[in-house]
């Protein structure tokens, strides 16, 4: 997901229970609808953490603050996924870290 931050990719495709490692050109009209509304929840729920604006998250890697606490996925490898309880999985995607659950988010 180009152009958006780590952290709001890993939690978008999360949240849209889309494997992160699923090529672009395979995603279905469907999957790509649930993956924008994802995007603006995961958006949403970062400016209710902290931010009053996007401006506050888009850009930098260090602003994430109170939101980075209470991601759903994000730098939680190995800890129990929020949804099902299974372990969170961290993989490495054109050299950035990105988090997943297995289950939730099936091939
Ligand atoms: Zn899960």
């Not at 401006?55 to 930098?60: K, T």
């Not at 209470?70 to 939680?76: A, G, S």
């Amino acid at each position: 997901m180009v152009g958006v931050g780590n952290i709001y990719a890993s939690e978008s495709l999360f949240r849209a229970r889309i494997d992160p490692r699923t090529p672009a050109r395979r995603l279905t009209p469907e999957r790509c609808a649930r993956l924008a509304r994802a995007v603006k929840a995961t958006l949403r729920a970062a400016i209710r953490a902290g931010g009053s604006s996007l401006r506050d998250f888009v850009g930098s890697d260090g602003v994430y603050g109170c939101f980075q606490q209470r991601t759903l996925v994000y730098d939680r490898a190995g800890k129990a996924c929020r949804r099902c309880g299974g372990a969170v999985r961290r993989i490495v995607l054109g050299q950035r870290s990105t988090y997943y659950c297995p289950a939730c988010q099936p091939r």
